[in-house]
């Protein structure tokens, strides 16, 4: 049992790969919500599957020519729970497209400049 869930998940995963690639070859605007995969080995690991997610739930719902990520509002239950998923892992994909050069010059500007004191 162990080995048949095993090898449907790396299926899943490999599904999910192709969906993804594709989407990311064929520039479709729903990628561009995603952001740019960052540099570096573990942050863009961490954004591929984020991204993987996304493209795993638009596969399995049926999304297409959709211009957002996550398409029209969920219709069933499971498809409620799925989005919510879905949702949080486009949020993972986008965070990781932040890069830490474009937060610093604020942390340092707000130090710079404290806040007067009564």
Known sequence: MRQALDERRELIAARADAVLRSAL??????????GKAPRGEKP?????????????????????????????????????????RARAALNRAQAATIEPTKIEPARQSAAAHPAPTL
């Open 25 to 34: 070859t064929d520039a479709e605007p729903w990628t561009a919500d995603l």
């Open 44 to 84: 863009k690991a961490a954004w591929w599957r984020a991204a993987r997610t996304v493209a795993a739930y638009r596969d399995r719902y049926g999304i297409t020519n959709d211009r957002t990520p996550l398409g029209p509002s969920p219709e069933s239950t499971s498809q409620k729970i799925d989005v919510i």
